[in-house]
């Protein structure tokens, strides 16, 4: 069997060239990693060949010290995520589909839609209640997207009874794994399938296995643990429009700190609406915040760091020196007394983007393509004058992203 997973191996391209004493130590290698994931104590049954072996060497070559800092990550995280499966009477092994999907990082966007440490589609998200438009994605809370999650997964063994196909099917989709088994033959068994999926989405059960073995082997291959240690935090309410920048510059929390912990606000902005949103700060900020909290909602168009949305900031106060009612703030009710806003120019609403002409492929949708460019299916009909979501291959579609940003979408075109 190791010959054959070695000859495998090496005809695939997955090993340089090697002498006769190195195909001596890697046949024992293998060998021994072979045995080792039999032994692996799993209610998902488990299989160790070449595609899995492919993904294990991408984590043993541990680029930058990268899998040294994922295992910490992974041993503080994948507790939790565990316990939330498992209390949903699903397997915990599952928790190590986020590790195969996005190595943990809930800001991971892929070219394929997904996002968040579960790279969950749009659709799927908006099935199972998430959250998600131009300023939040739900998807990026490990929380909220492991419930999410959950619910998917056990919508999905309902279909396949099969974990093996269940875990295909939740990065492809039904229709995906469906089709492949059509095209095998009518298999069941996902190995005889496996050629047969859309090529990115065949990563996802070989690295599934292979994040389950590094987590349970790490230290056989002495690998060190790169210790997860998070800050202590609060979560304090935010009442009104405010931006990271904002915050970094009034209380000196470091913006990276801010980008980490508080993931699902995509363009790093808070907005105003009726139901608070809550930030993520640390600990010893927290008196700082109540001391300086006003200075958080400031809006000056030309200050460094603040946003001005005029048809969702805070509704103007109005004096009227006949009554005696000191509630400034007026109700949706008072649509006829509040001044009318000045009319937006239309440039303004692509201030500081650039534009992208996308052409449609067989297969897209508007919410693949809003989740491809970070952006929301009203904002594509808006920049298109669309009426309607249908589009047909071949159409050209303007798409306007953050200038910043422009090679790395333009990488995804």
């Known amino acids: 069997m190791k010959f054959k997973i070695l000859?495998?191996?090496?005809?695939?391209?997955?090993?340089?060239?090697?002498?006769?004493?190195?195909?001596?130590?890697?046949?024992?290698?293998?060998?021994?990693?072979?045995?080792?994931?039999?032994?692996?104590?799993?209610t998902i049954p488990i299989e160790y060949n070449q595609y899995v072996q492919q993904h294990i060497n991408e984590f043993l070559k541990n680029d930058n010290s990268q899998t040294n800092i994922l295992i910490g990550k992974g041993l503080y995280l994948l507790p939790e995520i565990e316990k939330l499966l498992k209390k949903n009477h699903l397997p915990g092994e599952l928790r190590f589909v986020a590790v195969a999907l996005s190595n943990l990082d809930s800001r991971k966007v892929s070219e394929e839609g997904g996002s968040g440490i579960w790279q969950l589609k749009y659709h799927v998200a908006k099935t199972y209640g998430l959250k998600i438009n131009s300023y939040i994605d739900e998807r990026r809370d490990p929380i909220k997207s492991?419930?999410?999650?959950?619910?998917?997964?056990?919508?999905?063994?309902?279909?396949?009874?099969?974990?093996?196909?269940?875990?295909?099917?939740?990065?492809?989709?039904?229709?995906?794994?469906?089709?492949?088994i059509r095209q095998s033959g009518g298999n069941l068994d996902y190995w005889k399938i496996h050629n047969y999926l859309p090529e990115e989405f065949q990563?996802?059960?070989?690295?599934?296995?292979?994040?389950?073995?590094?987590?349970t082997h790490f230290r056989d291959h002495k690998l060190s643990v790169q210790a997860f240690k998070p800050i202590q935090t609060d979560t304090v309410a935010i009442k009104n429009w405010t931006t990271f920048e904002?915050?970094?510059?009034?209380?000196?929390i470091d913006l990276d700190f801010l980008k980490d912990y508080n993931p699902i606000f995509k363009k790093f902005i808070i907005p105003y609406t009726p139901k608070?949103?809550?930030?993520?700060?640390?600990?010893?900020?927290?008196?700082?915040?109540?001391?300086?909290?006003?200075?958080?909602?400031?809006?000056?168009?030309?200050?460094?760091?603040?946003?001005?949305i005029p048809e969702n900031r805070p509704k103007p106060q109005l004096t009227d020196t006949s009554s005696n009612n000191n509630d400034s703030t007026q109700t949706s009710d008072d649509n006829n007394i509040r001044p009318e806003p000045k009319p937006k120019p239309e440039t303004e609403s692509i201030k500081g983007l650039a534009l992208l002409t996308y052409t449609v492929k067989k297969g897209d949708g508007l919410g693949r393509i809003a989740d491809k460019y970070d952006c929301?299916?009203?904002?594509?009909?808006?920049?298109?004058?669309?009426?309607?979501?249908n589009i047909r291959p071949g159409q050209?579609?303007?798409?306007?992203?953050?200038?910043?940003?422009?090679?790395?979408?333009?990488?995804?075109?």
């Open 146 to 180: 492991t419930e999410a999650a959950v619910k998917y997964f056990e919508d999905l063994y309902k279909i396949y009874e099969d974990w093996d196909l269940t875990i295909a099917a939740f990065y492809s989709s039904p229709l995906d794994v469906n089709k492949a």
């Open 376 to 389: 929301t299916i009203t904002e594509i009909k808006k920049w298109n004058k669309m009426k309607s979501n």
């Open 7 to 42: 000859f495998l191996l090496l005809t695939l391209g997955l090993l340089p060239s090697i002498s006769k004493g190195e195909a001596a130590n890697l046949f024992d290698d293998y060998d021994s990693i072979a045995k080792r994931i039999v032994k692996i104590k799993t």
């Open 246 to 252: 904002q915050i970094q510059k009034v209380m000196a």
């Open 396 to 413: 050209k579609l303007k798409i306007y992203v953050p200038k910043a940003k422009l090679k790395k979408y333009k990488k995804i075109r």
């Open 203 to 215: 990563i996802t059960l070989p690295r599934f296995i292979a994040s389950f073995y590094l987590f």
């Open 276 to 308: 608070k949103y809550y930030i993520t700060i640390p600990s010893n900020k927290a008196k700082t915040f109540k001391e300086l909290e006003d200075s958080l909602y400031v809006f000056k168009d030309k200050e460094p760091g603040l946003v001005t």
